[in-house]
């Protein structure tokens, strides 16, 4: 894709995280923290390329330490989200 | 050059990636109500493992045992901090967790440099759109990675509180000058010009990140407590917008869509905690607190005005009241106080009392805090109330209970216009009848001023730490029930 379209995707993705977003409530802003911090282990994809490819030495050694950290940050994110959660949907005597 | 579905199409991946940024975005329309965030959380990961799933096995992948090895590493490193924190460490490990994502973002960026100027050749030019990016990619990801540590060590209490010189904004401006001009060298390549090799240039990548992690630190080592749900709201914008510049490096969509929503949640956050605290990101970022009025008028205005209560007293309070307002602040989370605050409110609710909790968007020290404590603690959702919705209904209650809290129910905030919390939108507790507050001493809290509803007529001090007064509290209610 050209620069300009993915700056489109840019804009737009920004307009509607924006209006997902403001309409979550205060009580659930930490798991809303932990939750997208996971999403932002997306980065992750970038890594398993650079992991994968094998190029260089370089890029190997870059691409294993962004996997271990980025995939740290997916599943231990989702999973403190998870937990949190867990606590919020449950009614008092369960 | 092909994975195992590689012989498929290109618009296969480019679907994939749409279903998987569609999921991300119902997972966070699930967060909009607690009964649903639960699954919209597990929307979310679906997304994630679609993502990341179809990419593995799209490309080829040279090195499968060293790409297994590092995501064996990392899902047993995330597992294991996810399941062995508990409640009152959060911050500090979403705080770890945001690091992780820019760290691993700038890592990507230098990856895909180090992989672009290597096979290009000496002469040819890396696009400027893509040099651009990493260098953002690259500045970003490394504030956020070691800004993060930082934010993470405070919050662990392994590192001192605020830390302040004199000259600091400078030296922040020499270390993102360094950065910028190390990231425009990037862009303009002046090496592939002449018959240096483009490859010499990697290192300037390198100093960049040097650059950016210095700046990360310093920047936010001079800020302490009560600013740390601003910090960690802002850590949170640049983990995404490090992702998201990264996709701009590898151009891909997924990594843009996923990462410009994080973005915008982050930003969204940070406005809030900035509003609610009636300042500037600017100010939070490079002001902190101005020092206090002299020492003497402080002592002035509490002398011979406070008065001290007991958990008898209290307790013969809660006997006849009907409605109940708790205000919890840091101090409960410091003083695990949560159990103890829940039973009470329980114990309460049981007799037919009205109870709500009364939580500041600020009161913690991450957005959100006191409420995840208190689900926790099993006290339903419906009975955390936010500040606007609970303000007007202070007249009508009987009794509230401020429980390690203190800048948020400080009535100054509104009376005096030259106080360092003028502005403030505070929680209006003194409008009740009676107001308990349980607090170690009368010293002030993060703002450094004093509080002058300690020394209101209907106000009674409750000495102590939280959870030894919240526990006493409810034993003593126990005994009369």
Redesign the interface.
Known sequence: ?T?VE?LT??VL??F???E?????????????????????????????????????T???V???????????????????????????????G? | MAGVLGGLPDSVLSFAYLVAATLFVLGLRGMTHPRTAARGNLVSAAGMVLAVGITVLWFDILSPLVLLAALLVGAAIGTWLAVRVETTEMPQLVGLFNGFGGGASALVAGAELVDRFGSVGSTAIVPYDVTAAAALAGIIGAVTFWGSLVAAGKLHGLLEGSIRYSGEQGVKLVVLLVAVLAGGYLVVQPGSFGAVPTADWVPVYWLLVFAASVLGVLLVVPIGGADMPVVIALLNSLSGLAAATTGFVLDNSALIIAGTLVGASGFILTTIMCRSMNRSLADVLFGGFEESAPGGEEVDIYEGHVMSTSPEEVEMLLDTARRVVIVPGYGMAVGQAQHAVAELAELLVADGVEVVFGIHPVAGRMPGHMNVLLAEANVPYEQMKELEEVNPTFPGTDVVIVTGANDVVNPSALTDESSPIAGMPVLHVWEAETVVVNKRSLSPGYAGIPNPLFANDNTYMLFGDARESMQALVSEYKRNH
Request: charged share 5%; no cysteine.
């Open positions: 894709m620069f993915n995707l840019f993705a920004g509607v995280g924006y997902v977003i403001t309409k979550i409530p205060a009580t659930l802003h930490t798991p809303l923290i932990s939750g997208t911090n996971a999403i932002s282990g997306i980065t992750l994809i970038g890594a398993v390329l650079a992991a994968g490819s094998g190029s260089s370089l890029a190997t870059l691409g294993f330490l962004a996997v271990v950290m980025a995939t740290a940050n997916v599943v231990g994110g989702y999973l403190v989200s998870h937990f949190m959660l867990r606590n919020f949907g449950r009614r008092r369960d």
